[in-house]
């Protein structure tokens, strides 16, 4: 098996809708294109298109909802992306998604969320843990779990985060943020802020991530996408738990960022397919990894891209001339900056020192 993939690791930095095997969401489209509700030939060619400019992949999404905003649909890709992520040995993913209302098919954010964690409870290949151990001390110390009759199946921790778009108003971030704290036994942990980073306002979300926060959620920010170093600087004052992309920071910006210790998710593909990085050599995670900021490498939308999170760290290794030893670090690195408590922690550090035994 390929190094990269065989390599545990930990992806905090992916949306559930953007990590959709391209060949369910073509079968998806195929049927709605039958039913006459979509213009499947149309459809086929902006789901196929590989180069996107930001405003695209956002105009993209749109498509990808219609396709998708459907109990049965979200369950069933929610199983998908949890048994790909697992297959390429992700043995913690934190998994965001937008609770998405629509009152044409009775679908309310809480319902969308049922369907989610339905997917999870519906995964086969793979064991996983959402969270129902979080309130026990005795979890299961390993990557590979025992059924009990003598079979072993491999395990993944999934926590979620419930994202907030930005096209919401504060009413419909609050109700996120309850219903987030409503699931907590279900394994969401945090909440996220994205959608396109040119709508919306910073004012409008802080108080329900300022909610978030005094009850006891993670926050994470996409920050910095696009140039608007006043909401850049407003964020980073917000003190994050940690903050996606980090693309377009000015002097003060990254200085204020360092002193922070603020974690930094980098999605390297997303950001040169999008052309927020014009060049993989002058991409920030250079400057962060050398000056020793907490980063970590994720896929942000793994479908929409085309990547995984092994192509990612391949890519990085190859762009920033770092070694296996040194990839196999930064993946156990990021285990300090997980939403989930110290229980999971622990065992994830098991893992990671279990598999460093068995590296070549
Ligand atoms: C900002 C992004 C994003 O929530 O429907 N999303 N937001 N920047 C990005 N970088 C390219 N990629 C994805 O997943 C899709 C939603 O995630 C956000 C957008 O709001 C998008 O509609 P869910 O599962």
Known sequence: MDWWVSMPKVELHAHLNGSIRNSTLLELAGELGEKGTINFSDVEHVIL????????????????????TDHKIVTRITEEVVEDFAAEN???????????????IGMSKRSYMEAVVEGLRAVSTVEVDFGSHDLSTAADSSAISDKGNGTQRKKIYVRLLLSIDRRETTTAAMETVELALEMRHLGVVGIDLSGNPTIGEWATFLPALIFAREQGLSVT????????????????????????????????????LKSSKIPVEICLTSNLRTETIPSVDVHHFADLY???????????????FST?????????????????????????????????????????????ASAARNLD
């Not at 913690?92 to 937008?98: A, K, P, S």
């Not at 140039?227 to 994050?240: D, G, K, Q, T, V």
């Not at 050398?290 to 929409?304: Q, W």
């Open 90 to 104: 992700v043995v913690y993913l934190e998994l965001r998604t937008t609770p998405k209302r629509n009152d044409s």
């Open 221 to 256: 920010l996409h920050c910095g996408e696009v140039p608007n170093p006043e909401e850049i600087r407003a964020m980073l004052s917000f003190l994050p738990g940690r903050i996606g992309h980090a693309c377009c920071f000015e002097e003060d910006e990254w200085s204020k």
């Open 290 to 304: 050398n000056s020793k900021h907490p980063i970590l490498l994720c896929t942000d939308d793994s479908g929409v």
């Open 308 to 352: 995984s999170l092994s192509d990612e760290y391949s890519l990085a290794s190859s762009s920033f001339g770092l070694g296996k030893a040194e990839m196999f670090q930064l993946a156990r690195d990021a285990i300090g900056f997980i939403f989930a408590n110290d229980v999971v922690k622990k065992e994830l550090v098991k893992i990671f």
């Open 49 to 68: 298109k590989n180069d996107r400019s930001l405003r695209e992949v956002f105009k993209l999404f749109d498509l990808i909802h219609i396709i998708t």
